[in-house]
């Protein structure tokens, strides 16, 4: 279903905010790491990611997810 969605912003160029895997690229000072965040989708697929408001135990917590999450793909390298 959610693929299906996905999907479907695309091919109607809806501008709809979903949840979404992209890369980031510095935001929350994180970067080269894909994570779900909210993100504008239309015809071009990821248009822009959605600022969000995240306090600095947020922030931290993002981060530290990032960082796993690299980790778990270094690990993994052949």
């Known amino acids: 279903m959610a693929v299906k969605r996905i999907c479907e912003a695309i091919v109607r160029d809806e501008k709809s905010i979903l949840s979404v895997s992209s890369m980031m690229h510095g935001q929350y000072g994180i970067d ?3 994570l779900s965040m909210p993100a504008i989708v239309g015809k071009d697929g990821v248009e822009t ?5 995240l306090n600095k135990e947020e922030t931290e ?4 997810s990032a960082k796993t999450l690299q980790d778990i793909i270094k690990q993994n390298e052949f």
């Open 32 to 34: 080269g790491i894909s």
């Open 61 to 64: 917590k993002l981060q530290q």
């Open 49 to 53: 990611l959605v600022p969000i408001q």
